[in-house]
């Protein structure tokens, strides 16, 4: 067993591959070993060459108004700002601390979608 870390796409379709092989091996052998330090070494290359980036706030909560089926008016009520809701999904006006608060405590969105730029 030699895993080395993963530098180029080549290397890292050849782990891919192998890991495959061995993906259902038992714990503490050679192959569940190998596993275990390929999807480390994999995890690492995918975290360095394919970010996914986050999405904005807006959408994060256009999403979630989709998913409650919520209306504009329902939004407004929970931002505790009826009037500022279309100007807050258009992204003319930011997101207050206290809209914030409220669309993390009410519609569970987490914090760190909310707060990112936009």
């Known amino acids: 067993m030699y895993v080395q870390i993963i530098k180029t796409k080549t290397q890292y379709e050849k782990a891919l591959q192998r890991f495959e092989k061995i993906f259902h091996a038992k714990a503490n052998?050679?192959?569940?070993n190998e596993a275990q330090l390929l999807a480390l070494v994999i995890k690492n290359y995918e975290d360095k060459h394919f970010k996914i980036?986050?999405?904005d706030p807006v959408e994060v909560i256009k999403y979630r108004m989709a998913q409650m089926n919520l209306t504009k008016t329902q939004l407004g009520e929970i931002l505790g700002h009826a009037t500022r809701v279309s100007v807050i999904l258009s992204k003319?006006?930011?997101l207050t601390l206290e809209m914030v608060r409220n669309l993390h405590k009410k519609l569970n969105i987490p914090l760190?979608?909310?707060?990112?730029?936009y």
């Open 53 to 55: 980036d986050s999405p």
């Open 92 to 94: 003319k006006r930011k």
């Open 29 to 32: 052998t050679k192959e569940g």
């Open 112 to 117: 760190e979608s909310l707060v990112q730029a």
